[in-house]
């Protein structure tokens, strides 16, 4: 039943969905962070250049081996030797894992959507996220009681992904995406017009861009210019590869590539000059240094900012509900975004029609969100996020990189690649430094990453990492035991 033949109905389908799985809250809060604690603009210098050397072409890797295979990537390992099948499903685990607290986070701020127009979270903003919408409790014994307002709304988001993502290709995550990518570019650039002519921005935007040049020689810069790159493209979890797989034939693969990394980079940059500027304000306002306003994370998106809404008077009725629903729109065409490679795989193995697939899939992983969903639930979802991304995509780049640049040969895929390119043909070049110098560059990044953050932990952290490693290693053996039901596996 799986139909090989499903192709996007327009290039621009195509476009808007790779733009708006890369465009997501790491954008939004986790780039202008980063920026920032890593010297300002100087930051830009490792940042472009993490994109030309990195991202990019580990993009082309993606949009290659999608549009030469047509099929996932457990297919794609299968394919290359049967022996490789389980690196395949491997390489899927981690998306899983984001997938299921990722749809936590957009219900989280489903829930501020309806509060931003009434300024519904009181005068303590912090207060009212972790007390009255987290019910937030450090103690694992929290999983035994829910958080009811969490609950509600991802419910709520679930239904949303599952029905987009569950219809066809073209009436569900094209037409999606055609309509929430531009509505966020919108309700984004209205508010980034606004927020420069805050009294204060300019403060914000020098504190953003000044750069400190120094800091160009410190290593933590780059590694940290290439995590943000690597996660902002969303490399590693299989995305673009599912994306590209229903590429028609006469698509110009590197114009492509091209268009949503400048279109991913440029909204990021943008995106920061506003939320600065809305920082600027603050501190100008309230005295409070810039610094002590930035925060990672949760902070940024449900404290901070609807501190500032309630200092803003009017003008935070308008721009709040904006910023939510910003968040909203890019949160949503993420998560249908990260359903897509696991079901796809799941029907390229099992031969089951794409409604089926995902709504297994959305069963699944609905059922683990629900842990989410309790009073421990934002605690646990801090250390699922920590660890699939220091852990789980830095390896799924170094071992896709390996199974299909090492083992495989780009060699093979540079015709598909260069077939409809008119200004940029890659060549030897690109081979060899996705070949040779990326895997052994990701690698160190991963060991680095491990052992700043996976292995020194406290004992309650070390235990969920433990159960998480053993369902990455588990799940990926059952599925590759289990028996093709497709002929052409
Ligand atoms: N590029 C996305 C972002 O910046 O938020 C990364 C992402 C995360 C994509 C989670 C999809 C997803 F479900």
Known sequence: MTDEKVKWNSNLSFLLA???????????????????????????????????????????????????????????????????????????????????????????????????????????????????????????????????????????????????????????????????????????????????????????????????????????????????????????????????????????????????????????????????SILGFMSTTNNIPIGELVSQGTGLAFVAFPEIFNVMGTLGYVIGPLFFLCLLFAGITSNISIIEPLALSVQDKFNISRSRAVSIISIVAFVISLLFATTYGSTLLGVFDTFVNQFGLLLNVTLQTILIAVIYGLDKLLPGINKNATFLKLGKKWILLVTYIIPVISFILWIQAVFTNVIFVDSATMIVEFILLMIMLILPYILTRATPKSGDY
């Open 18 to 276: 790779m733009i708006g799985s890369a465009v997501g809250l790491g954008n939004i809060w986790r780039f202008p962070y980063v920026a920032y604690t890593n010297g300002g603009g100087a930051f830009l210098i490792p940042y472009i250049l993490s994109i030309i050397f990195l991202g990019i072409p580990l993009l082309f890797v993606e949009y290659g081996a999608g549009y030469k295979f047509k099929s996932g990537i457990s297919k794609i390992a299968h394919k290359i030797n049967s022996k490789y099948e389980y690196i395949g499903w491997f390489i899927q685990a981690s998306p899983f894992l984001i997938l299921t607290y990722y749809v936590v986070v957009v219900a989280w701020d489903l829930i501020y959507v309806p509060l931003s127009f009434f300024k519904g979270w009181g005068p303590k903003p912090e207060e009212f996220f972790t007390n009255t919408i987290l019910q937030n409790s450090a103690d694992p014994s929290g999983l035994f009681s829910i958080a009811i307002y969490v609950l509600i709304a991802l419910i709520i988001v679930w239904a949303i992904v599952w029905f987009i993502s569950h219809r066809n290709l073209n009436d569900g995550v094209g037409k999606a995406n055609r309509i929430l990518t531009p509505l966020l570019f919108i309700c984004m650039i209205i508010i980034v017009a606004f927020a420069v002519t805050l009294p204060g921005a300019s403060l914000g935007l020098t504190t953003l861009f000044t750069p400190d040049w120094n800091s160009v020689l410190n290593p933590n810069i780059w590694v940290a210019a290439f995590g943000q790159i690597l996660f902002s493209l969303s490399i590693g979890m299989t995305i673009t590869l599912a994306y590209a797989s229903y590429l028609p034939d006469e698509t110009n693969i590197p114009r492509s590539a091209l268009t949503v990394a400048i279109a991913n980079s440029s909204f990021e940059v943008f995106t920061a000059a506003g939320v600065f």
